[in-house]
C-alpha cells in the first residue's frame, strides 16, 4: 500500500466471533456430567447460545468500553437537590440486560438451575466482572430473604426474573430487581461485630430507621440492600429499599464512589443512612446467620469468577502462542512456552470442575441431599481461599506469553490482572476463609465427613494423591492451635479436592500432570516447571479456543 513502511506480520488474529462455552471443554464436560440428562440437550443448547455471546465482538465490545467509562456519582441535580445517581455508560447497561435475561440471578426456581447458572456466570466473568457483581448478589440474596416469607414473595419473583428493569419505583412497579449488600463499615469488614449502624424500631411490625454508614457498598443503585445494624436485641439484617412503597426515595446518601485498583465498570460506594426506612429480615441479634446464605452463594461466586478470569487468560495466552512464531518456530510448540501454557492450563481446570462440583452440590442440597450441604459448608470456603489466591498469578504469567502485547490495555490482559486480586478480598479475605475452615472442621463433623467420603471416590486412582489424603488425614488428626497454619491446612484440603476431582473426570494427561506437580513435589513455584517428559502438548490442546 502506498505510504506504509512495512507489512504487517506474525500477529494472532483476535480471538472473536467463537463460542466460549463449547470451546471450554473443562465446562462443558462439568456441565454434562452434573446435569441430569434430561436437562442436558435444552441446557447445553442454551449455554451455548450464550456462550456465542459472550464470544461476540459486540459483547467484547461492551466489555471494553463499560471498563474504560466507569460510572460517574451525581450527589445532586441542578437545583441542589439530593439525588445521590450514578451515571453508567450504556455498554453496561446492554451487559447488566443480557446478564439479567441470561438467568445469572436465577439459579433457584428449576433443576439444575445453580450448574446451569454457574457455567453462565463462569463465562460471563469473561466478558466483565464488574457486572458479575450486581448479579451475583442479586442471585445470593435469596436464600437470605426466605427466612422472611412475606419478603420472599415481595421480592423473589423480581431478583429472579429476567427483566432488567433499571428504573427506581417501588417493588410492586418493578418487573425486574438488584440487590446489593452492607455489612463493611470503615472499623470494621472481617469483623462485622464492630458493626456501629444503628436501628430504631418505628413499630411492631418489623420496621425500623437506621443511622450510621456502609464504608463499602457495591451497586449503589440497586433497588435494595441486605444491610446489618445494630437493633435493641444485637446485630440484625435488614432490607433496605432504595424507593418506599409510596415512591418516594429512601434516604440512602451516596458519600463517594471508590476508585479502585479493577473492576471498573461497577460502582463501589461509600454510603451513609439518616433515619433510612427499613424492614427486618429475620430475629433480631441474628443478623450474621441471617445473612451468611447470601454470603456463602457469593462466596461460590468469587471461585466461579476466579475461574472465570483464569479462564480467559489461559484461552488467550494459548491462542496468542498457537499463532506467534519466534526463533523459526510456533511459540507453543516450543517446548519451554509449552510447559508454561500447560500449567497454566491445569491450573484453570483445576478451578472450574470444583466449582461447578459445588454449583452441583448446591443443587443436591436444595433438594434436600445433607451430605451434600455438608460439603459445601467445608469447601466452599477452602476453594473460596485456594483458587482465588491462584488467580492473579495464572493472570500476570498468562500476559507474559503475549510478551509486549500482554502489556498493552487493548489486549484484554491488563484488565484482567487488574482483577484477579479481588476474588480473594472481598465476602471475606483469605485470613478469614482460612479461619471459617477451621470453624467448620471444628463445630461441624459431617462437613469433614462429606469431605473425606468425596475425595475417598478417587482414591487407589493416583499414588500421589493417596499420599496427599494420607498426608491430610495426619495434619487433620490434631488441630491443637491450628490457627497459624490454617493457610497451610485449606491450601492441602483444596489441593487434595481438586486432584480427586481431576482423577476421576479429567483426561489423564491432565490428572497426570497435576498429580505430578501439585500432590506428588514434582513441581516448581513458577508456573512453567511441570515434569517435560509428561504429556504436555495434549494438556495445551485441550485448553485451546477453536474459534
Ligand atoms: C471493590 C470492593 C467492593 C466491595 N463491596 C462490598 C459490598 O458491596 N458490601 C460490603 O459489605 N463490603 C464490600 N467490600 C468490602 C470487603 O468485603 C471487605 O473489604 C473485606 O471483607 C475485608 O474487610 P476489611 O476491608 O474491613 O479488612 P479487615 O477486616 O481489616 O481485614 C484486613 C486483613 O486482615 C485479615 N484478617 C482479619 N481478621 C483476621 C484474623 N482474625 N486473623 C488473621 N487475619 C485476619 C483479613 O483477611 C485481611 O487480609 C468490598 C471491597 C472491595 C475491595
Redesign the pocket.
Known amino acids: 500500500m502506498a505510504g506504509s513502511t512495512h507489512t504487517v506480520t506474525n500477529q494472532a488474529p483476535p480471538l472473536t466471533g467463537y463460542d466460549v462455552f463449547t470451546a471450554d471443554r473443562a465446562l462443558t464436560e462439568a456441565v454434562e456430567r452434573h446435569l441430569a440428562p434430561r436437562l442436558r440437550t435444552e441446557a447445553l443448547a442454551e449455554l451455548s447460545g450464550l456462550g456465542r455471546g459472550c464470544g461476540s465482538l459486540q459483547t467484547q465490545e461492551w466489555g471494553a468500553r463499560a471498563n474504560d467509562n466507569p460510572p460517574v456519582l451525581r450527589t445532586h441535580d441542578r437545583y441542589g437537590h439530593r439525588v445521590d445517581e450514578v451515571d453508567f455508560h450504556p455498554a453496561w447497561h446492554r451487559l447488566l440486560g443480557k446478564g439479567v435475561s441470561a438467568g445469572l440471578t436465577d439459579a433457584w426456581s428449576r433443576p439444575g438451575g445453580h450448574v446451569r447458572r454457574a457455567a453462565g456466570f463462569l463465562m460471563w466473568t469473561q466478558v466483565d466482572a464488574g457486572n458479575c ?1 450486581p448479579l451475583s ?1 442479586t442471585h445470593a440474596a435469596v436464600p437470605a430473604l426466605r427466612t422472611d416469607p412475606d419478603l420472599a414473595a415481595e421480592w423473589e419473583p423480581r431478583l429472579t426474573s429476567r427483566v432488567y428493569d433499571r428504573e427506581l419505583r417501588p417493588a410492586h412497579l418493578k418487573a425486574g430487581a438488584l440487590f ?12 462485622v461485630r464492630a458493626n456501629t449502624t444503628s436501628a430504631r424500631p418505628l413499630a411492631e411490625d418489623g420496621t425500623y430507621e437506621l443511622t450510621g454508614h ?6 449503589p443503585m440497586s433497588d435494595g ?1 441486605l444491610v ?1 445494624a445494630r437493633a435493641p436485641g444485637g446485630l440484625t439484617c435488614f432490607l433496605v429499599p432504595r424507593v418506599l412503597a409510596d415512591g418516594t426515595r429512601n434516604v440512602f446518601l451516596i458519600q463517594r464512589l ?1 476508585d ?4 471498573r465498570s ?1 460502582a ?2 461509600e454510603v451513609e443512612f439518616a433515619g433510612t426506612w427499613a424492614r427486618r429480615v429475620g430475629e433480631e441479634g441474628r443478623g450474621v446467620p441471617t445473612i451468611i446464605d447470601m454470603v456463602a452463594a457469593t462466596r461460590l461466586d468469587c471461585v466461579l469468577g476466579s475461574a472465570g478470569l483464569m479462564r480467559q487468560a489461559v484461552t488467550q495466552a494459548v491462542h496468542h502462542c498457537a499463532y506467534r512464531e519466534a526463533f523459526g518456530g510456533k511459540l507453543v510448540d516450543k517446548p519451554l512456552m509449552r510447559n508454561v501454557l500447560a500449567d497454566l492450563a491445569l491450573e484453570s481446570e483445576a478451578a472450574t470442575t470444583p466449582a461447578l462440583r459445588l454449583a452441583a452440590a448446591y443443587d443436591a442440597a436444595q433438594a434436600g441431599d445433607e451430605g451434600e450441604r455438608a460439603l459445601l459448608r467445608l469447601v466452599v470456603p477452602a476453594a473460596k481461599y485456594w483458587v482465588t489466591k491462584r488467580c492473579a498469578p495464572v493472570a500476570v504469567e498468562a500476559a507474559e506469553c503475549l510478551g509486549g502485547n500482554g502489556y498493552v490495555e487493548e489486549s484484554g490482559l491488563p484488565r484482567l490482572v487488574r482483577e484477579s486480586p ?1 476474588n480473594s ?11 471459617d475452615v477451621l470453624r467448620a472442621l471444628g463445630r461441624e463433623p459431617q462437613a469433614l465427613d462429606a469431605y473425606l467420603t468425596e475425595v475417598g471416590r478417587a482414591r487407589g486412582a493416583d499414588h500421589r494423591l493417596d499420599g496427599a489424603i494420607r498426608g491430610l488425614l495426619t495434619e487433620l488428626a490434631d488441630l491443637e492451635a491450628a ?1 497459624g497454619r490454617a493457610r497451610r491446612l485449606v491450601e492441602r484440603l483444596a489441593l487434595v479436592f481438586q486432584g480427586a476431582l481431576l482423577v476421576r473426570y479429567a483426561p489423564p494427561e491432565v490428572a497426570d500432570a497435576f498429580c505430578a506437580s501439585r500432590l506428588g513435589g514434582d513441581g516448581g513455584a513458577a508456573f512453567g516447571t511441570l515434569p517435560p517428559t509428561l504429556d504436555l502438548a495434549s494438556v495445551v490442546e485441550r485448553a485451546r479456543p477453536v474459534a
Not at 180 to 191: A, F, L, N, R, V
Not at 260 to 263: E, Q
Not at 425 to 435: M, P, S
Open positions: 457483581c448478589m446489593g449488600m452492607g455489612m463493611t463499615e470503615k472499623q470494621g469488614g472481617s469483623d456502609k464504608w463499602f457498598c457495591s451497586a440492600f446489618l471508590k479502585k485498583l479493577g473492576n461497577n463501589s460506594a479481588l478480598i472481598w465476602e471475606g479475605a483469605g485470613n478469614v476463609q482460612a479461619l490457627e
